[in-house]
């Protein structure tokens, strides 16, 4: 286990994960010769409202009182985070990424194929994967803590072949994320709730087709279909409060029809995770899961557009080498 008990447009062509381990086998991962003092900061200086870029000085501090050497570099978009990945895999240098959980899961996704070793840290607005394995949500307090972590395997999920971290989910989830990436007036966690409610005020019912496991095609009228890697997404909301990253499966989060009233009752309880009691609510657990809806939707992972529909999600258990917090 890794979780403490405390507790898109799609990029360029790109070598996909598939290629290296399909569901069912048992093919190890690949492993690369990685100095855990040398670094290479990968930062979204846009991140956070521009959280991270404060952050940095401070950040950049803490890392040179432990490494031996820590080169910074600024990304320009999430194709350039890829390329910085790549470059430090190919240094025998630490990948830390410092930015929102879209930057960690593009630079996941490199450093999970040339088996490198990925650190990351807080610099956006959510920060779910970080909430999800313990670590702190002070960057300084984050980027100190490294010098003592501790190498885990943990499982990587993609979607059409672009990997993510956390939970990729769609329907409702796709409304509510096209609106707090257009929010600037609303800042932190906030941001997410808020979407919520504004998407909810104009939301029809949507017909998705889910298949799990490459089992029978089943049907669900609702809100969304969601396949967590992790627990957290949302700036803090706990969608699949039993999903693990270390544990091989996805938890596959159904969320059918329900009147609004019950929906926005329900919605507080996703905070604590206490939404899956409901009766509208449906977890189940997959290796593999297809989806697709009656209308236009982009499946979303990360804060980020990862794929459009029809959209097949496969884990990669064990794929990623990462530092995790000190227990």
């Not at 807080?122 to 994967?129: K, Q």
């Not at 313990?134 to 803590?145: E, K, L, M, Y």
């Amino acid at each position: 286990m890794i979780i403490p008990v405390s507790v898109c447009t799609p990029g360029r062509e790109r070598e996909g994960l598939a290629e290296m381990t399909e569901p069912g086998t048992d093919a190890a991962p690949p492993v690369a010769e990685v100095d855990r003092r040398r670094l290479l900061l990968i930062v979204n200086p846009h991140a956070g409202g521009g959280r991270a870029a404060r952050a940095l000085p401070d950040v950049s501090a803490a890392l040179r009182r432990w490494a031996a050497d820590v080169r910074v570099e600024r990304t320009r978009d999430i194709d350039h985070a890829a390329d910085l990945a790549e470059q430090a895999v190919a240094d025998g240098r630490m990948a830390v990424a410092l930015g929102g959980d879209g930057l960690a899961g593009r630079v996941a996704e490199t450093v999970a194929r040339l088996g490198g070793l990925l650190a990351v840290l807080p610099g956006g607005r959510g920060n779910d994967f970080l909430r999800t394995v313990g670590a702190s949500r002070d960057p300084v307090i984050a980027a100190t803590a490294l010098a003592s972590g501790v190498e885990r395997r943990i499982d990587l999920a993609e979607a059409n072949g672009r990997a993510y971290l956390g939970i990729a989910s769609v329907g409702f989830d796709s409304d509510v994320q096209v609106i707090a990436n257009r929010a600037r007036f609303v800042r932190g966690q906030q941001v997410y709730t808020y979407g919520a409610l504004r998407a909810a005020a104009a939301w029809k019912p949507a017909r998705f087709t889910v298949e799990i496991d490459d089992g029978a095609p089943r049907e669900l009228v609702g809100w969304t279909v969601a396949m967590a890697n992790s627990a957290c997404y949302g700036g803090g909301m706990r969608l699949a409060p039993e999903a693990e990253l270390d544990d091989g499966l996805l938890d596959v989060v159904l969320l059918a029809h329900c009147g609004k009233i019950t929906f926005l009752s329900t919605f507080p309880k996703v905070f604590s995770g206490r939404h899956v009691d409901s009766s509208h609510v449906e977890v189940l657990r997959a290796r593999s899961v297809r989806v697709d809806a009656d209308r236009p939707f982009q499946l979303y992972a990360d804060g980020d557009p990862v794929a459009d529909l029809p959209a097949r999600i496969v884990l990669r258990p064990g794929l990623l080498r990462f530092l995790a917090p000190p227990a």
